[in-house]
């Protein structure tokens, strides 16, 4: 009992670290226990990983996105330049189908996202019906839009897309024939050649030469 007093007055002496510095620096055991909170953080990280908090980049969800909702498909029904199909494979699968019935147009639509038609393909209600709701989108490789049925289109949830200026240099370069063509009396010509007789008149036609035509004002000059 005498010596309970001086034991517990040297026990915080003798458990405390010397303050004195060590030339050969500190031992293993004084390094231990002056860092138990980063050996302890050590051992915790390697004994249970945690997963990586940090958000996965836009573009790699995107891309598995993508992945998972697959390549939408794209019915072709006639014919287009090998541009527009290389450029609707490069994130489509394309399946070209030319001269179908409406039979057969009305079976395939119901496995395509996108049907692409000029002006001899008419997608009517029919077609729309026979899709179910999957598809969704109708292009027109052309400026008219006749062939395809609007209201049914709308009610269907389907959009429908054309081309206003894909003919533009067609048309400008056909009426500018057709003008060459009435100068030069081109049609009296032919029709009195195949006749068997050659008028005289046919060939009493305009120079174009140092000529104008014709010219609209209103938005391009067609020909001077």
Do not use: W
């Not at 390094?31 to 050590?42: V, Y």
Request: glycine share 4%; net charge positive; hydrophobic share 45%.
């Amino acid at each position: 009992m005498a010596l309970a007093t001086p034991l517990r007055h040297l026990l915080p002496v003798a458990a405390a670290p010397s303050t004195a510095p060590d030339p050969a620096g500190p031992s293993l055991t004084t390094r231990r226990a002056l860092s138990p909170r980063r050996t302890h953080l050590r051992f915790s990280l390697a004994a249970s990983p945690s997963p990586d908090p940090r958000p996965r980049p836009r573009s790699a969800v995107t891309a598995a996105a993508s992945a998972a909702a697959g390549r939408p498909t794209v019915l072709v029904t006639e014919k287009l330049g090998p541009a527009g199909l290389d450029l609707l494979r490069a994130f489509a699968n394309v399946d070209c189908s030319y001269e179908l019935t409406a039979e057969e147009l009305r079976a395939k639509v119901s496995l395509v996202d996108a049907l692409v038609v000029r002006s001899g393909t008419r997608v009517t209600r029919e077609v729309f019906e026979a899709a179910r709701g999957r598809l969704r989108v109708v292009g027109r490789a052309g400026v008219g839009i006749d062939n395809v049925d609007l209201q049914a289109a709308t009610e269907a949830g389907c959009l429908v897309v054309n081309a206003p200026t894909a003919n533009t240099v067609a048309a400008a370069e056909h009426a500018v024939a057709l003008l060459a063509a009435m100068a030069r009396n081109v049609a009296q010509a032919d029709a009195s050649l195949k006749a068997g007789t050659h008028l005289v008149r046919c060939s009493e036609q305009t120079r174009l030469h140092d000529s104008t035509i014709m010219s609209f004002n209103s938005y391009h000059t067609l020909c001077e």
